[in-house]
């Protein structure tokens, strides 16, 4: 987790020069090619010291915002909760540790939902809620077909 460094100088351009450095021609590119890995490890390898998870964040919002992909960016930040809150899959019972578990995954995802897709991510979960999916499922993408058929590449 990065320090106070992370809010001096210019974030955006900080960001960009990172990502160019290692290939990559915009932060959605790099992000892509770390698929289901949480925004505080993108950020790490960004730059611990001086980049924020919430950094990493907004700009892909940005990007996505500006490709009309934000729902395929939604999916995206749920897949990357999940693999932080369930590195070997859903879990195979949901008792009260594992329940607590996919309510913070999930509180996280809304959390960071523009408000334009709010609605359909509260739709999305009460979906996940009533029929969980099976027990060891991960997605490894944003294009994993459970999730495309919870929240389907429509733009609003």
């Known amino acids: 987790m990065s320090g106070g ?9 900080r960001l960009y020069e990172r ?5 990559y021609d915009s932060l959605t590119a790099f992000a892509d090619a770390r698929p289901a890995v949480p ?3 993108l950020a790490d390898e960004l730059g611990r010291d001086d980049v924020a998870a ?13 490709r009309k992909q934000v729902t395929r960016f939604v999916r995206d930040v749920l897949v990357r909760e999940l693999s932080e809150r369930f590195p070997n899959g859903w879990p195979e019972v949901l008792d009260d540790a594992s329940r607590g578990e ?6 996280s995802w809304t959390a960071y939902t523009p408000d334009t897709h709010k609605e359909r991510v509260r739709l999305a979960r009460a979906a ?6 099976p027990a060891g499922w991960r997605p490894l993408g ?9 929240l389907p590449d429509e733009e609003v």
């Open 128 to 133: 996940l809620r009533a029929s969980p999916p």
């Open 54 to 66: 919430v950094q990493v964040l907004s700009g892909l919002l940005y990007e996505a915002e500006q």
């Open 5 to 13: 460094d992370a809010w001096r100088g210019n974030i955006r351009a």
């Open 142 to 150: 944003p294009d994993d077909e459970l999730l495309r058929t919870l």
């Open 39 to 41: 925004l505080y490890a």
């Open 19 to 23: 990502v160019r450095a290692r290939g």
């Open 102 to 107: 996919v309510a913070m995954a999930l509180g």
